[in-house]
T-cell receptor, first 114, second 113 residues
Framework: NAGVTQTPKFQVLKTGQSMTLQCAQDMNHEYMSWYRQDPGMGLRLIHYSVGAGITDQGEVPNGYNVSRSTTEDFPLRLLSAAPSQTSVYFCASSPLAGPSYEQYFGPGTRLTVT | AQSVTQLGSHVSVSEGALVLLRCNYSSSVPPYLFWYVQYPNQGLQLLLK??????LVKGINGFEAEFKKSETSFHLTKPSAHMSDAAEYFC???????????FGEGTQLTVNP
């Protein structure tokens, strides 16, 4: 199993550009989520999904869209990039939606918005 | 609001010394609790978790943590630090029936030879 994969590893955008961060998992996990990591703030939840076709907002959803058309994929879209979205983005998955289940994290995408 | 606080953004220990990383949560309802480790330029890896049952939890790489409800704490310890333990450590909690995690700010552990 490849686990949770994320592409690209690095990305530089100009303010106002849009892009999609890709996330895929091959473990048949129902639950997937996106976090952003900023220095001194830990990780904050952006959006999550409890299954194909079902998504919901997390703590910091503004400026981001998600969709979940398949179990495997959970892309994160930046509609109009802003410097405040400069961050490291992590995708995670777990077998089911439940606090006792371990979440598996991808290697991250480092995004810089200039 | 429910939150997680890690005391000390940077902790430095000598190789072979005790590692103690502190984590407290703020809520009258005890959450599920987790410790994750992040090595440079990598994703997060689960060290250990507390859900129910025994309050002393053992994890990978010789780490353990004790849940103390009266102190709303879940401190991470390791008796003897190794150079390979140098990393960033995150405490996280979940209060919901789903999988939403609330993370602490992180603690960067440095191990000196």
């Amino acid at each position: 199993n490849a686990g949770v994969t994320q592409t690209p590893k690095f990305q530089v955008l100009k303010t106002g550009q849009s892009m999609t961060l890709q996330c895929a998992q091959d473990m048949n996990h129902e639950y997937m989520s996106w976090y952003r990591q900023d220095p001194g703030m830990g990780l904050r939840l952006i959006h999550y999904s409890v299954g194909a076709g079902i998504t919901d907002q997390g703590e910091v959803p503004n400026g981001y869209n998600v969709s979940r058309s398949t179990t495997e994929d959970f892309p994160l879209r930046l509609l109009s990039a802003a410097p405040s979205q400069t961050s490291v983005y992590f995708c995670a998955s777990s077998p089911l939606a439940g606090p006792s289940y371990e979440q598996y994290f991808g290697p991250g995408t480092r995004l810089t918005v200039t | 609001a429910q939150s997680v606080t890690q005391l000390g953004s940077h902790v430095s220990v000598s190789e072979g010394a005790l590692v103690l990383l502190r984590c407290n949560y703020s809520s009258s309802v005890p959450p599920y609790l987790f410790w994750y480790v992040q090595y440079p330029n990598q994703g997060l890896q689960l060290l250990l978790k507390y859900t129910t049952g025994a309050t002393l939890v053992k994890g990978i790489n010789g780490f353990e943590a004790e849940f103390k409800k009266s102190e709303t704490s879940f401190h991470l310890t390791k008796p003897s630090a190794h150079m390979s333990d140098a990393a960033e450590y995150f405490c996280a909690a979940s209060w919901t029936s789903g999988s939403r995690l609330t993370f602490g700010e992180g603690t960067q552990l440095t191990v000196n030879p």
